[in-house]
């Protein structure tokens, strides 16, 4: 893969910019390594596309290479699901690691070692406060904190509980390892930290052989080390805990010391960006699973159909900065339809079908030809079946039209695209006057083409064939949230109810039969045969993103 493929030029951003600055300077002695270390409590969403893109695309932009790293340190919310999750998804997004996947628990031994340095050093000690307790002396941002009472324990004792707590001789809670830094600190982060928490529950790669779990900030900085990270990119919310990261390596013995450079997490509007909330979504069942087509995860992405090569560019557009901000849908839908355009067949599909006879029709039918994509005659045509009763659009009939009307109302005339001009003349309706079909009269020799017909149609629209389309699901997706930001309030009161429609439409048989996964729709958008609901004889599609900003379902 290129850059220009991966989205991974950056220009010169800020981040790229101290990359090579470091390199010119000579601090970099090896080559640039960078490292994406997501939690495995989740599924990953497009907030971390961006790091993803980030971290992998700078190594590669400055030839060096990324680890893939799991901060395996909380096995209460980790599961083997979220990792092959992460996986796959760092994977489909056109990254590759290597032999360098690694994980938090890999260094268990090495961060206890570290730990009882501390220690030794009078830099550390067990605190017996409970959660409660700690969080009640910790101080606010204008009043230091109270220290432990615990703090003054000898080395001898604090060695004597941390090796009982590791070898399961108390319960969650009853202990916790703590840094001796500054409980009048400034910042709340350097007023005495937790380092080590009890916890008597299985990992999901170590099992059994520990009940003592290190914290990210601690475990964070340790592995930036020891996998010698030049770079440690972390989002903004990183910040004031830069000056642990710093005091952690700065107080062990190890020879590397990583910078940490904080940039903006990507918000985007009418979602959540929370793994917690997200979490709550698929819970309370607001949401059909992570996947959901109109979540923000990746795997939502994914079968929603959107490509990798236009979440790439997205997070190319929308940069690297220092503050945080609030993305519009518009530029993610942009690019969707940037990558859309040129790879994507065109074919139709009649979402709400309205039936029109053509009573001077003779014959059973005829196939017709129609491109595949009208600026690439590479991809070829494909037969388009034709005969005397066809579906239109139930929004492309009238009656009687508004101002400027330019579809089929009664006496008028449209062009269906790719065949004929048809009129109507006659509009049937049932019995609450509701209107069920349309008798119209079609010109033979007014084809698409070579017309010398000499009508004047009022406009194109599509159509379908009522004997040969195939009836199929559509599904068509707003946004998942009415507020622009619903992060900022009670979230769920905020789920939009119309975030969802499944329509029941008439698709040609082509498009359907065609071993391609996305299509565009001629008139509606582009749509993504569903990856887990469309089959053999049920057809299932996914609207992907609309034709133009704003078009809503």
């Known amino acids: 893969m290129n850059d220009t493929d991966s989205g991974a030029k950056g220009g010169s951003d800020f981040i790229r910019s101290r990359i090579r600055r470091d390199l010119d300077d000579g601090k970099v002695e090896t080559c640039v390594t960078t490292r994406f270390p997501p939690e495995p409590n989740g599924y990953l969403h497009i907030g971390h596309a961006k790091s993803i893109c980030l971290n992998f695309g700078v190594a590669q932009e400055f030839g060096g290479v990324c680890y893939l790293r799991f901060d395996d340190t909380n096995p209460l919310k980790e599961d083997e699901e979220y990792v092959a999750a992460i996986i796959e998804d760092v994977h489909w997004l056109g990254f590759d690691w290597g032999d360098r996947l690694t994980h938090a628990s890999d260094y268990f031994e090495q961060l206890y070692g570290f730990a009882e340095d501390l220690i030794r050093d009078g830099k550390a000690y067990v605190c017996s406060l409970s959660a409660e307790e700690i969080r009640s002396t910790r101080g606010t941002l204008t009043a230091p904190g109270v220290a432990s009472p615990y703090r003054g324990r000898s080395v001898a004792e604090n060695l004597d509980l941390f090796r009982r707590m590791r070898k399961g001789e108390f319960r969650d809670g009853e202990h916790v390892l703590r840094a001796k830094i500054d409980m009048a600190s400034p910042n709340v982060n350097m007023r005495d930290p937790v380092l080590y928490r009890i916890r008597h529950t299985p990992h999901q790669r170590t099992g059994d052989a520990w009940c003592i779990y290190p914290t990210y900030d601690y475990t964070h900085c340790i592995c930036d080390a020891l996998e010698g990270i030049t770079h440690s990119l972390c989002t903004l919310e990183?910040?004031?805990?830069?000056?642990?990261?710093?005091?952690?390596?700065?107080?062990?013995?190890?020879?590397?010391?990583?910078?940490?450079?904080?940039?903006?997490r990507l918000g985007l509007e009418h979602t959540v960006m929370s793994k917690r909330l997200l979490h709550q979504l698929v819970a309370e069942g607001h949401v059909d699973g992570w996947d959901d087509p109109r979540m923000p995860t990746i795997a939502g992405l994914r079968r929603r159909g959107v490509t990798p090569a236009a979440i790439r560019d997205f997070c190319s557009r929308i940069g690297v900065t220092?503050?945080?901000?609030?993305?519009?849908?518009?530029?993610?839908?942009?690019?969707?339809?940037?990558?859309?355009?040129?790879?994507?067949?065109?074919?139709?599909?009649?979402?709400?079908?309205?039936?029109?006879?053509?009573?001077?029709?003779d014959g059973e039918g005829e196939m017709l030809s129609a491109a595949w994509h009208p600026q690439h005659p590479e991809m070829g045509s494909r037969e388009l079946p034709f005969g005397p009763e066809i579906f239109i659009e139930r929004d492309d009939f009238a009656d009687p039209p508004p101002p400027k009307y330019r579809r089929l109302s009664e006496g008028e005339m449209v062009r269906l695209r790719y065949a004929y001009i048809i009129r109507c003349d006659e509009v049937v309706t049932d019995a609450e006057g509701n209107v069920v079909a349309l008798h119209c009269t079609y010109f033979q020799n007014s084809k698409s083409g070579a017309d010398s017909s000499g009508l004047k149609p009022k406009g194109v629209i599509h159509w379908v064939s009522a004997q040969h389309g195939v009836k199929a699901s559509v599904r068509l997706f707003d946004v998942l949230f009415k507020e622009r930001d619903p992060a900022r309030i009670e979230f769920t009161s905020a789920v939009n109810p119309g975030s969802k429609r499944e329509l029941a439409a008439v698709v040609e048989p082509e498009v359907v039969h065609a071993d391609v996964p996305r299509f565009q729709f001629e008139r509606q958008g582009y749509f993504f045969k569903d990856p887990v609901d469309h089959k053999p004889g049920t057809p299932v599609f996914n609207r992907i993103v609309g034709l133009k900003e704003g078009f809503k379902a």
């Open 238 to 264: 990183f910040e004031d805990h830069r000056p642990l990261y710093d005091w952690v390596l700065d107080s062990i013995n190890v020879n590397f010391h990583p910078p940490q450079i904080e940039f903006s």
């Open 322 to 361: 220092k503050q945080d901000n609030l993305i519009e849908l518009a530029s993610l839908d942009f690019s969707v339809r940037q990558d859309l355009e040129a790879s994507a067949p065109r074919g139709m599909a009649v979402l709400e079908p309205l039936k029109v006879i053509i009573t001077n029709y």
